[in-house]
C-alpha cells in the first residue's frame, strides 16, 4: 500500500493529539495541524469541520465541549489498516443527519463494490471517500478493493501481508526518528511526552524534556526513558536527564493569578520583552495576577517553555468555554468516562447506585463501551487486590487436601486468594478468584474458577497453584 493509503489514520492521529494536549479551538488545531506537515499526497484535504464530525460518529473524539479523544481512540490505533478504514467508511455513511442523505452514500458503496457507475449526485460525495483511501476517480482504489471489494480469503489475507510494517526507531544527533508508516499506538504513547518537530521527527533536548515532564498523567520524565529504552534498546540514556526539574515551576491558583515556584523564576521572565508588560502586576516576589485578556496567550507561553503544568494550561480554556454556558447534559465521552470509574469502584468493591450501570451505558457505541471498560480493567490490574503477605516459601499443600479446599470453596460459593505460576513465567502471581470446577486431565489435576483478575474464566494447574493462606 501507498503512504497515502495511511493519511485518514495520519490525520486523525495528529488531530486527537493535539486535541489531547490542549488544542481545542479550531484556529489552535489548525495551526498545530499545519506545523505537524502531514503527508497529503495530491488530494485535497477536507475541511477540519469534516474531521470532527467523522470523529466524533466513530466515537474516537468527543466535545466537552471542546474535542478529547475517546477510550476507543487508543485501542483504533492499533487495529489492521484494513478494519481502521472500514470502520471510517461506516462511520462516514451515518454521518449525515437525514436518512435521504445517508440513502445516497449507502447507494454509492453499494455502487462502487459492483462497478457500476454514479450519478452527478453521487459524484459529489465522494470527496470523503477519496480522502479515506477507498477511492480513486470514480473507482475503488487498491485500498478500497481490500476494504470493500468482494475479495476472497485469501486475496484479503495477501492484502494484509502487503501492508509496509513498522520500521525501527533511531535516535541521533538529540532527535528521534521514526519512520514512516508507524505503529500508531506507540507512537501514542510517545507523543504522551513529546510533540514532533516534522512528521517522525521529535526533538530530545533539554526545552522538548522539560516540556515531557510537565505533560499531565506522566507520572515521572523516567516513564519516558524506560518507553524510549524498550523501543531503542537498555543501553539509550537522555543527555541533560539529571537538569530537568519535573515539578512545575509556575502553578495556576485561583483565576488568573500564578505563583512562581522560586523568584528567580519571575525575575527571568521579566526580562523577557514579551513577557515583561504581562508580568507586571504583582501580588508579592512569588505571584502576579495576569490580565484576562491576554492571560491565555502568557500561560501558553509559559506552557511551551515546560514551566506550568498541562492541567492548568488546559483548566484556562475549559474556563473559557464554561464562561456563560447553561449546564449541558453528560455527552457520550463523559458517560465513558464515568463507565470506567464505575467498573474501578466495583472492582475495588465499592458500592454503586443501583440501575447507574444501565443508565450510563444507554445510548453509547459498544466499541466505546468495550474501550472504557478494558481501560478500567487494565486500571485495576494494577492497583487491586494486592495482598499484604508473600508467597509461601514452603511446599504448598499435598494435593489432595489443596483438592478438599478447593471443593469446599466450591460447594460455599467462596473466593480464594492463591498464588499461581503461569507458563513461562519464573515468579508466582497473586489471583482472586472463584472456583466454579475440578477436573482430571491424565495425571494433571485442573481448577475451572472465574480470575477477578483477567476478568474471565480461567484454567489453573494444581500443581502451579497455592493457596495464599494454607492456614484457613
Not at 495528529?14 to 498545530?32: I, V
Not at 514551566?307 to 465513558?336: I, N, S, W, Y
Not at 450510563?360 to 466499541?367: D, H
Amino acid at each position: 500500500m501507498s503512504n497515502s493509503s495511511y493519511f485518514a489514520v495520519e490525520y486523525i492521529f495528529n488531530l486527537a493529539s493535539a486535541a489531547r494536549h490542549g488544542c481545542g479551538e479550531p484556529l489552535a488545531l489548525r495551526k498545530e495541524l499545519r506545523r505537524r506537515g502531514l503527508r497529503s499526497g495530491t488530494f485535497e484535504i477536507p475541511r477540519l469541520t469534516f474531521w470532527l464530525r467523522l470523529c466524533e460518529k466513530a466515537a474516537l473524539l468527543e466535545r466537552t465541549p471542546l474535542p478529547f479523544p475517546t477510550d476507543l481512540l487508543e485501542g483504533w490505533l492499533g487495529w489492521p489498516l484494513l478494519e481502521q478504514i472500514k470502520y471510517l467508511v461506516e462511520a462516514w455513511r451515518k454521518i449525515p443527519s437525514t436518512t435521504k442523505s445517508r440513502q445516497i452514500r449507502k447507494h454509492i458503496l453499494q455502487k462502487l463494490k459492483e462497478g457500476h457507475p454514479l450519478n452527478q449526485a453521487e459524484r459529489l460525495e465522494m470527496g470523503g471517500l477519496q480522502v479515506l483511501g477507498v477511492c480513486a476517480g470514480e473507482g475503488l482504489s487498491e485500498l478500497g478493493e481490500a476494504v470493500l471489494g468482494n475479495r476472497t480469503q485469501t486475496e484479503a489475507a495477501a492484502a494484509r501481508t502487503a501492508l509496509e510494517p513498522p520500521g525501527p526507531w533511531r535516535a541521533q544527533d538529540g532527535r528521534l526518528e521514526i519512520p514512516f508508516p508507524p505503529d500508531w499506538r506507540l507512537l501514542w504513547r510517545l507523543e504522551q511526552y513529546l510533540d514532533p518537530e516534522s512528521p517522525g521527527i521529535y526533538r530530545l533536548d533539554a526545552a522538548a524534556l522539560r516540556l515531557a515532564a510537565q505533560r499531565a498523567g506522566t507520572g515521572s520524565i523516567q516513564a519516558l526513558l524506560e518507553f524510549l529504552r524498550q523501543m531503542l534498546g537498555s543501553e539509550f540514556t537522555l543527555e541533560n536527564l539529571a537538569e530537568i526539574d519535573e515539578r512545575p515551576a509556575v502553578k495556576l491558583i485561583s483565576g488568573w493569578v500564578i505563583e512562581f515556584g522560586e523568584t528567580e523564576t519571575l525575575k527571568m521572565l521579566r526580562g523577557l520583552p514579551a513577557c515583561r508588560r504581562q508580568l507586571d502586576h504583582l501580588l508579592s516576589p512569588r505571584h502576579a495576577v495576569l490580565d484576562s485578556l491576554t492571560g491565555e496567550a502568557v500561560l501558553r507561553c509559559l506552557y511551551q517553555r515546560g514551566l506550568l503544568a498541562e492541567q492548568d494550561f488546559a483548566q484556562v480554556a475549559a474556563m473559557r468555554q464554561a464562561k456563560g454556558r447553561p449546564a449541558a447534559h453528560l455527552t457520550k465521552a463523559d458517560r465513558a468516562f464515568l463507565l470506567r470509574v464505575l467498573l474501578c469502584a466495583g472492582g475495588l468493591r465499592q458500592d454503586a447506585p443501583p440501575g447507574i450501570l444501565d443508565r450510563l451505558t444507554a445510548g453509547v457505541e459498544q466499541k466505546l463501551i468495550t474501550a472504557a471498560a478494558k481501560k478500567a480493567y487494565e486500571h485495576l490490574r494494577g492497583v487491586s487486590w494486592q495482598p499484604s503477605i508473600e508467597p509461601p516459601e514452603q511446599a504448598g499443600l499435598p494435593l489432595e487436601l489443596l483438592n478438599a479446599r478447593l471443593q469446599q470453596a466450591i460447594q460455599r460459593e467462596e473466593t480464594v486468594d492463591v498464588f499461581y505460576t503461569a507458563t513461562g513465567r519464573h515468579a508466582p502471581e497473586y489471583r482472586r478468584v472463584s472456583p466454579l470446577l475440578l477436573e482430571q486431565r491424565g495425571d494433571r489435576s485442573y481448577l475451572i474458577a472465574y480470575c477477578h483478575l483477567r476478568r474471565a474464566e480461567r484454567t489453573f494447574r494444581l500443581d502451579r497453584l497455592k493457596l495464599a493462606d494454607e492456614n484457613a
